[in-house]
């Protein structure tokens, strides 16, 4: 047994680290990373441009506030600047949500295949995770709200939902917010959401503008292509934005990702090409995958998840393996409680054809 001369709380000693999707395959010249449902065109041209222009100036501390970028999402988005609250990456965000309204023994309400840093943070303040049976690989509203109790503080709700890539419409989550008890906060994780095609869906605005205690998070590490500079932000009601800013750190957010920022989120055109790619290859997925004998669930995301038969020979561990001699990387979810699957980003047109082509080869055997 490993002695701390300092103890931490010992709910944080109960914690596993989270572990991201991998980068490198030993001994492969080459490497096709879909691990982690970045950018499928790499980082936008604009955003390095702006990164290069921004150089010279990265020995003034950061705008504190991150004006400018708040000012920008608020404008491409049509949403009130006051209410945003910029962080590295939502993930901070999360974690700051947990530190200001958690205490020992709160229980926050997560779901079946939820993200699992909302676990983690809330095991870090002490809190009791509840976690809730999805059906059909969907978050169940029903089920939500009777694990609610008076011990609940937060709900979290990722939309769409990672590594499952299915979602909640809007009148879904209209129905979940009257149906919570008016201190109980609702956590609208939508760091997937500019891929979602769906006229039906609502990321959170709507919601935050109704509902004084919901929280919407968005993320520039998706769409943006930009998970490297750490940048994600919130919109929330005045009173819950006000408490974040008391406790966040006065320079969260560094000056290069605010640079790099704004110039994303203002490039519009990079965003659509990234949907309609996105969206081409989602229905190109869902009619070649049933060929090879493979089915994935129905995804609104820049992935899919693939499930693989439990026969010698065909499981998810054997195709992981055999995509990895290929120089493919994919990501395991046997963490998530999905053993026999595989969450597969969507990359760019050669990496999506070698995917496919690997996979028929691996079924084929």
Same mark, same amino acid.
């Given at each position: 047994?490993? $002695?701390?001369?300092?103890?931490?709380?010992? !709910?944080?000693?109960?914690?596993?680290?989270?572990?991201?999707?991998?980068?490198?395959?030993?001994? +492969?010249?080459?490497?096709?990373?879909?691990?982690?449902?970045?950018?499928?065109?790499?980082?936008?041209?604009?955003?390095?441009?702006? #990164?290069?222009?921004?150089?010279?100036?990265?020995?003034?501390?950061?705008?504190?506030?991150?004006?400018?970028?708040?000012?920008?999402?608020?404008?491409?988005?049509?949403?009130?600047?006051?209410?945003?609250? #910029?962080?590295?990456?939502?993930?901070?965000?999360?974690?700051?949500?947990?530190?200001?309204?958690?205490?020992?023994?709160?229980?926050?309400?997560?779901?079946?295949?939820?993200?699992?840093?909302?676990?983690?943070?809330?095991?870090? #303040?002490?809190?009791?995770?509840?976690?809730?049976?999805?059906?059909?690989?969907?978050?169940?509203?029903?089920?939500?709200?009777?694990?609610?109790?008076?011990?609940?503080?937060?709900?979290?709700?990722?939309?769409?939902?990672?590594?499952?890539?299915?979602?909640?419409?809007?009148?879904?989550?209209?129905?979940? #917010?009257?149906?919570?008890?008016?201190?109980?906060?609702?956590?609208?994780?939508?760091?997937? +959401?500019?891929?979602?095609?769906?006229?039906?869906?609502?990321?959170?605005?709507?919601?935050?503008?109704?509902?004084?205690?919901?929280?919407?998070?968005?993320?520039?590490?998706?769409?943006?292509?930009?998970?490297?500079?750490?940048?994600?932000?919130?919109?929330?009601?005045?009173?819950?934005?006000?408490?974040?800013?008391?406790?966040?750190?006065?320079?969260?957010?560094?000056?290069?990702?605010? +640079?790099?920022?704004?110039?994303?989120?203002?490039?519009?055109?990079?965003?659509?090409?990234?949907?309609? $790619?996105?969206?081409?290859?989602?229905?190109?997925?869902?009619?070649?995958?049933?060929?090879?004998?493979?089915?994935?669930?129905?995804?609104?995301?820049?992935?899919?998840?693939?499930?693989?038969?439990?026969?010698?020979?065909?499981?998810?561990?054997?195709?992981?393996?055999?995509?990895?001699?290929?120089?493919?990387?994919?990501?395991?979810?046997? !963490?998530?409680?999905?053993?026999?699957?595989?969450?597969?980003?969507?990359?760019?047109?050669?990496?999506?054809?070698?995917?496919?082509?690997?996979?028929?080869?691996?079924?084929?055997?």
């Amino acid at each position: 047994m490993v $002695h701390y001369p300092v103890p931490a709380h010992e !709910s944080i000693m109960s914690l596993s680290p989270y572990v991201g999707g991998a980068s490198s395959v030993k001994g +492969a010249a080459r490497v096709i990373k879909l691990s982690s449902n970045e950018g499928a065109f790499g980082t936008n041209p604009t955003a390095v441009e702006a #990164c290069r222009a921004f150089a010279e100036k990265m020995f003034r501390y950061p705008d504190g506030g991150s004006v400018e970028l708040r000012r920008a999402v608020a404008e491409v988005h049509g949403l009130e600047e006051e209410r945003i609250v #910029c962080g590295s990456g939502s993930d901070e965000l999360i974690g700051l949500l947990c530190h200001a309204y958690l205490k020992d023994g709160d229980q926050v309400v997560v779901t079946q295949y939820a993200f699992l840093m909302y676990r983690l943070y809330a095991l870090g #303040c002490g809190a009791v995770p509840v976690t809730v049976p999805e059906k059909d690989r969907r978050v169940d509203v029903d089920a939500v709200l009777k694990a609610v109790t008076d011990k609940t503080k937060i709900v979290f709700i990722a939309n769409p939902g990672n590594p499952t890539g299915t979602y909640l419409s809007r009148d879904e989550i209209e129905r979940l #917010c009257r149906g919570l008890p008016t201190n109980v906060m609702l956590v609208l994780d939508a760091a997937y +959401a500019e891929f979602v095609p769906s006229s039906d869906f609502d990321a959170g605005e709507t919601f935050v503008r109704k509902y004084p205690n919901v929280v919407m998070l968005r993320t520039f590490s998706k769409i943006y292509g930009l998970g490297g500079i750490r940048l994600g932000w919130s919109y929330a009601s005045k009173e819950i934005t006000d408490v974040l800013n008391r406790v966040r750190g006065p320079f969260n957010v560094n000056s290069v990702a605010q +640079a790099v920022g704004v110039a994303a989120v203002r490039d519009r055109e990079f965003v659509k090409k990234c949907f309609e $790619h996105n969206l081409k290859w989602q229905e190109i997925f869902r009619k070649e995958l049933p060929a090879t004998g493979l089915n994935a669930t129905p995804s609104v995301t820049n992935f899919i998840l693939v499930d693989f038969p439990s026969e010698a020979g065909k499981t998810a561990a054997e195709a992981d393996k055999f995509l990895q001699s290929k120089g493919i990387i994919v990501r395991a979810v046997a !963490s998530y409680g999905l053993p026999d699957s595989l969450r597969m980003t969507i990359g760019n047109d050669e990496e999506n054809e070698a995917l496919l082509a690997a996979l028929r080869e691996f079924m084929a055997r």
